[in-house]
C-alpha cells in the first residue's frame, strides 16, 4: 500500500479569495499548498476592467504573508460592456489569464453578467483572435428551468451556440456537476476543458437535502444526482487531460450561510487535497492525481508545470480542521464526511 505520494506542486483553476478581512483569512489556505490559482473576479463591485485587476492582484500581493509565495492569475468579470481593446491590453501584457462570463443572476455576485449573449460576441471574437480563454459559469438563469437542470440546458442553450458561432475561442467548462458537462467536454477535439471541484467528487444531492438540510453543502451549481458524481469522478481520475482541478473553495461565513437566504459555497482551500488523495486512492487511481491537480491546468492554461514539488503521506486518519475564524466571523471548512488520513508534509 502506498503510504507517500509526491507531485509538482499544484494549482488551484478556480478559486474565490474574496478582499480585505475574508482575502487575509482565507489566503494563506490556498498558499500553503498552491503555487497559482485562477482568481475569480466576483467582488462587490465585479473586477471588470484590466485597471481593477491591477489593483486587485496588488491587495492579493499585499496581503499574502511573509515567507509565502503564491501567483494569482486574474480574470476579468465580463459584461455586456466590456471593451474588447481593454480585454486585449490587460491579455497582452500578461496580467489576466481568462475572462469569466456569468449569466446575470447564475450565482453569488453576478446581477452584472451577461443577460444577451449576443451582445458579447465581438469581445468573444477578440479573445478568440488573441488567444485568452473564457471561463464559463455554465447555467442557464431561466426560472422555468428547474434548477438540477440549469447546466445540461445551457450547454444547448448557450454554450454550444457560442461555441459553432466562435470556433477558435478556448473555453473552460467551470465546475461542471452532470454527466451531461462530461460528454459535452469529450465531444469537444480541442480548445474545450473543465474544472472539477473537490466538494461535488464527494457529495451529491442527497448530503444536502436527506435527513436534515444542511446549507454548508449548498454551492453553486448545486450538487446533483448520484449518477452525475459518478461521473465527475471517472473523469476526475480517468487521466483525461481535459478535466483539472478547480476547487471553487468559496468562503461565507456561517451567519450568511445558516439564515433564510443562504449563500452558495464551500470551503475547501484548507483540506483539498488531502481529500482529492483520498478519492483517487478510493478509485485505485493515486498515479493520475498528478495530472488532475498539478498538469492538465496549466497544459490548458500553456503555462510551465511548477518546479517545486509538495509531498503527502498517509498516516492515521483524522478530522480535518472545522473552521477558521476572521474577522468577518467564522467560516466552516467542507466537511468530507470521512477522516483525512492522507496530509500535506510540511
Ligand atoms: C461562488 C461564490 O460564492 O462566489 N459560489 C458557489 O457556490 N460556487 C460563486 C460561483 O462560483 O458560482
Ligand atoms: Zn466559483
Not at 474565490?16 to 473576479?41: E, N, Q, S, W
Not at 481593446?85 to 451577461?114: C, F, M, Q, R
Not at 446533483?224 to 476526475?236: F, G, I, S, V, Y
Request: charged residues 25%; hydrophobic residues 40%; glycine residues 8%.
Amino acid at each position: 500500500m502506498r503510504t507517500t505520494i509526491t507531485l509538482p506542486r499544484p494549482d488551484d483553476w478556480h478559486l474565490h479569495l474574496r478582499d480585505d478581512a475574508m482575502m487575509r483569512a482565507v489566503l494563506p489556505a490556498t498558499a500553503r499548498h498552491f503555487a497559482r490559482a485562477i482568481v475569480m473576479p466576483n467582488l462587490v463591485p465585479p473586477v471588470v476592467t484590466g485597471a481593477q485587476a491591477t489593483s486587485y492582484r496588488a491587495r492579493i500581493m499585499a496581503a499574502l504573508p511573509d515567507g509565502m509565495t503564491f501567483e494569482p492569475l486574474m480574470t476579468l468579470y465580463l459584461t455586456e460592456d466590456t471593451d474588447p481593446d481593454d480585454v486585449a491590453a490587460a491579455h497582452a501584457e500578461g496580467l489576466i489569464a481568462a475572462v469569466k462570463l456569468y449569466p446575470a443572476g447564475a450565482t453569488t455576485n453576478s446581477a452584472s453578467g451577461v443577460r444577451d449573449f449576443d451582445r458579447i460576441r465581438p469581445v468573444l471574437e477578440r479573445m478568440a483572435e488573441i488567444g485568452c480563454p473564457l471561463c464559463v459559469h455554465g447555467e442557464v438563469t431561466d426560472p422555468g428551468v428547474d434548477i438540477f437542470d440549469r447546466e445540461a440546458v445551457f450547454i444547448d442553450r448557450v454554450l454550444d451556440p457560442i461555441r459553432r458561432a466562435t470556433p477558435d475561442l478556448r473555453v473552460v467548462m467551470e465546475h461542471i456537476t452532470t454527466a451531461d458537462g462530461v460528454d459535452y467536454v469529450k465531444s469537444a477535439d480541442t480548445g474545450l476543458g473543465a474544472t472539477i471541484t473537490t466538494h461535488h467528487l464527494v457529495i451529491n444531492r442527497n448530503h444536502i437535502l436527506a435527513g436534515g438540510i444542511r446549507p454548508h453543502y449548498y454551492c453553486l451549481p448545486v450538487a446533483k444526482r448520484e449518477k452525475h458524481r459518478l461521473a465527475l469522478r471517472a473523469a476526475a481520475t480517468g487521466g483525461d487531460a481535459r478535466f483539472f482541478l478547480g476547487t471553487d473553495s468559496a468562503p461565507h461565513t456561517d451567519a450568511n450561510k445558516l439564515s433564510p437566504c443562504g449563500c452558495a459555497g464551500c470551503f475547501t482551500a484548507p483540506n483539498t487535497l488531502p481529500i482529492l488523495a483520498h478519492v483517487f486512492e478510493q478509485e485505485d487511481a493515486l498515479d493520475r492525481l498528478e495530472g488532475f491537480a498539478s498538469r492538465h491546468g496549466a497544459e490548458f492554461y500553456r503555462l510551465p508545470v511548477n518546479g517545486d514539488t509538495i509531498t503527502l503521506t498517509k498516516g492515521t486518519p483524522e478530522p480535518g480542521p472545522a473552521r477558521i475564524d476572521t474577522p468577518d466571523g467564522v467560516v466552516t471548512v467542507f466537511d468530507p464526511g470521512f477522516d483525512l488520513a492522507w496530509r500535506v508534509a510540511d
